[in-house]
């Protein structure tokens, strides 16, 4: 048994394939997962940051001996940044129906 076809013909069948397969709707437990996971995830940059600004004010002062208490205040202030944008893309997202 030979076959007559030829990579395109294997290609646009992937193609189709995974066209096909993204224009399929997600069910609501796909979406309650992901939204749980982002949420999960979300959460946890957020005791980054609680951890972090523990150690930097515990250490301030020694931060501050060795002339690094700027660095590290702003390495926080990114990592709260960080947090609060991804706060706000998966709210967005939920509001959109994304997730």
Wanted: charged share 20%; with cysteine; net charge negative.
């Amino acid at each position: 048994m030979s076959y007559q076809g030829g990579i395109e013909d294997i290609l646009s069948r992937t193609l189709e394939e995974e066209s096909r397969l993204q224009d399929e709707p997600t069910t609501n437990q796909q979406k309650i997962a992901k939204r749980i996971a982002l949420i999960v995830l979300n959460l946890f940059c957020y005791g980054l940051v609680i951890y972090y600004g523990i150690f930097v004010i515990e250490n301030g002062s020694g931060l501050r001996e060795i002339n690094e208490f700027g660095k590290w205040m702003f390495m926080l202030v990114c990592l709260l940044l960080a947090s609060l944008y991804g706060t706000l893309r998966i709210v967005t997202w939920i509001r959109e129906g994304k997730i």
